[in-house]
Structures are given as C-alpha cells and as structure tokens.
C-alpha cells in the first residue's frame, strides 16, 4: 500500500479539526434565553422587595422634591439604590430607616448585583469546575479503552465491548470531528476532538495507560499511522484495528497491530454465507453481536476442567488458546486441558449482566 505524504494526510486531517480539547460527558444545562430570563424574573423581585420595604417604612425617608414618599418614589428609590447610582434625592433620615438600609437593603444590593453579574460568575464557575473535573479524570483513568474514529466500526466495536460490562466512564473516543465528539460524551464516553495521527492528541486521551485500543478510522493510511503512533506511547496495550483493503492487514500487523479485521472482506464473507444459508448468517450475525442470544466468550480454564478434553467440559467449546496459537477444539495438539489454557465457548447471552465464566453454558448433545 502506498502511504501518502506526511503533509497531504496532515492537510486532510486540518480540514476537519477543530481543535485539540478533552470533552467530558456532562448533563444537559438551560438554553440562554431561559438562563437570561430566569436572571431577569430574579432581579425584577428584588427590587419589588426593595420598593415594598422603602414604602412601608417611608415616613423615615425625606423627597428633597415634596418631603414625602409615595409608591412611585420607593421604586425610584430601590431603582437608583440597587444599581448603586445614589442621586440623594431621596435619603434615610430616621433610624429605623437607616437600620433597614443596612440590615436588609445592602443585601439586597449586592444580590441584585450578584444577578446582574451572573453570567460572569457562571462562566469562571464552570471554567473552574471543568479544569478540577478534567484534572480529576486524567489523575483516575487507568487501564482504560481508547477508540480512534467513532464511526459505524468504531460505535459498534465499543458497544459490544460495553456489552460485557464495559463503563462508559472507562471509554475514551478521539476524533478530529467536533460533532462526532459531541455524539460521543451525549452517549456517556469522555471525548478528545483531534487528529490521532499526533502523539499530542493520542497523550491526552491518556494512550501510555490505556489497556486496550480499537483503531477504527475511516482511511486505512490513517490507521497505520494510529496504529505505530500508538504502539510507540504503549508497549502493553492490545490494540486492534479495522481496514477496508485486505492487503493492508499485514501492513498494520507489522505496524504493531495485535489483531486485524478487514470490514469489507468480513461483511462479504457473511453476505456470501447469507446467501448459500440464510439460517447459518443469521447465527453469524448473531454471535458477533453482544448481548443478545447467542455470545463467543473467551474464559480461563477451571481447576475441575485441567486435564480433561474440550468435548468433556460443560461449555460448547469451539477453540482452546494455548499460549500465542488459538486451537481448534478437536486439534489433536491440545490433547487434555492446562491451566494456563483459554477456552473459547458459545453461551447464552444474559441481557444486561457482565460476561464471565458463570455466564451459562449451552446444553451438551
């Protein structure tokens, strides 16, 4: 496979990236206008407040204008006093006037101009509020699973890894689209907006202590620069990726791919079996996806299963793991079961519960 150049792939992806930020999942807040209006309704009671206080004690306040106060002249006086104008026209001249000023309208100011200054305060709230959450989720986030792309394969793959019991909170997406970022922390997973061919972008996302790694771009260039960038922060990491061209499996194999799966090839291959056997595709479709029917489960061994065949065990057994080769279940190199072995099985799905080795089993025969 040809690579293009550095800069073509960089222009590619500078035409879709927005910027390098961490989005968290957070909840739905008020549009503006009804944070606007609240404020409003807000200010307009404190100074009614205000104004009834004024005029219920206006025999203790002087009109330059008349000497008297009426209705008029209270919210005149609230208006001027809450804004901190203070014309004088008007002023406190008994003592309980003056008391009132003190104990219950200089609260009421500095409410009033709590309200007016509320947007202010909100945002440097929220600022301060997301800078502690963002610094508390990069000091928590261990052994993690970042997701490159969050297409069709990326929303699927992290969907049936989810399915066994996955958190969402475990979950990071990194995409150069701003919108798809946004599609991703409204379905609950922290998002990192970007272009994951940087090991900038790939470092905020946390990579170097993730536990595993799907690559799901939408080019297959993009997956093995992805795939070698992160290879390069995370030595320990399972990463598996997704290309469209089958001749390019072994490239990102070589790039540091622990698995690869080829979209277009598999998609044929189940449109093929669909076709010579509608029922055998509906199975097919059904074991790769999780949680519903039928599952393939990967578990350890048990004690009371070691040195017993495959055909023996409770379980429908369909390959055993031994080491870095996966065997067939009557491969006559497994022989009789190890400890150390790994059983790939076919069981019930339970809806909603983590897939572990209690997960039951299909019945034999």
Avoid at 153 to 179: F, H, M, N, W, Y
Avoid at 240 to 263: M, Y
Avoid at 307 to 326: A, I
């Amino acid at each position: 496979m040809k690579l293009p150049g550095h800069d073509a792939i960089a222009r590619h992806a500078d035409e879709h990236l927005v910027t390098h930020r961490v989005k968290l999942p957070r909840k739905v807040v008020e549009r503006p206008i009804r944070q606007a209006a609240k404020r409003l309704v807000m200010a307009l009671l404190v100074l009614v407040a205000t104004a009834f206080v004024v005029y219920a004690d206006r025999e203790g306040y002087h009109d330059n204008a008349n000497g008297s106060v009426d209705l008029l002249d209270a919210f005149y006086y609230a208006t001027v006093t809450l804004s901190t104008t203070g014309y004088g026209d008007i002023t406190p001249v008994s003592d309980s006037a003056r008391l009132t000023n003190i104990l219950v309208i200089t609260p009421l100011r500095v409410l009033f101009l709590i309200i007016l200054v509320g947007t202010t305060l909100e945002v440097l709230t929220e600022r301060t509020r997301e800078e502690w959450r963002l610094n508390r989720w990069r000091s928590t986030l261990r052994d993690h699973t970042v997701v490159i792309g969050f297409g069709t394969k990326g929303r699927s793959a992290i969907q049936t890894v989810c399915a066994t019991g996955l958190k969402k909170e475990q979950v990071v997406v990194v995409d150069p689209s701003s919108k798809v970022i946004d599609a991703a922390t409204a379905d609950g997973y922290a998002g990192v907006i970007g272009d994951a061919t940087r090991s900038d972008v790939l470092k905020r996302a946390e990579v170097h202590k993730a536990r595993q790694i799907i690559v799901a771009p939408q080019r297959d260039d993009t997956a093995v620069l992805v795939t070698l960038t992160a290879r390069q922060l995370n030595r320990g990491a399972k990463i598996v990726a997704a290309v469209r061209e089958e001749e390019n499996a072994p490239l990102l194999k070589q790039s540091g791919a622990d698995a690869v799966i080829t979209s277009a090839s598999a998609a044929g291959r189940l449109l093929g079996l669909s076709v010579l056997s509608p029922a055998a595709g509906m199975v097919m479709e059904d074991l790769i996806q999780q949680g519903t029917g039928l599952d393939l489960v990967e578990r350890p061994v048990v004690r009371a299963e070691v040195g017993r065949k495959p055909r023996d065990t409770d379980d429908l057994v369909v390959s055993v793991v031994r080491g870095h080769r996966v065997l067939g279940y009557d491969d006559p190199s497994v022989g009789t079961l190890q400890l150390t072995d790994r059983l790939i099985t076919i069981v019930r799905a339970t809806p909603g519960a983590q897939v572990t080795s209690d997960t039951r089993p299909l019945p034999r025969g």
